[in-house]
């Protein structure tokens, strides 16, 4: 195991479980970054073509 190069692991056990890795998390991430996104959207405001002469 790569864990036992960093230390003494030999009573620790690894599960890998593959629908938590493959499809649970990524789908927790996606939902967070599309609400966050969503949000932003919300929030972001409307810059017309006679309003970028004042920008400064």
Known sequence: MIFSLI????????AFDAVDIF?????V??????AG???????TGKINSSDTASIE
Do not use: N
């Open 37 to 43: 996104s969503f949000l932003t959207a919300l929030y």
């Open 29 to 34: 991430l996606i939902g967070a970054a599309a």
């Open 23 to 27: 499809v649970v998390c990524p789908l």
């Open 7 to 14: 230390g003494d692991v030999s009573g620790v056990r690894t």
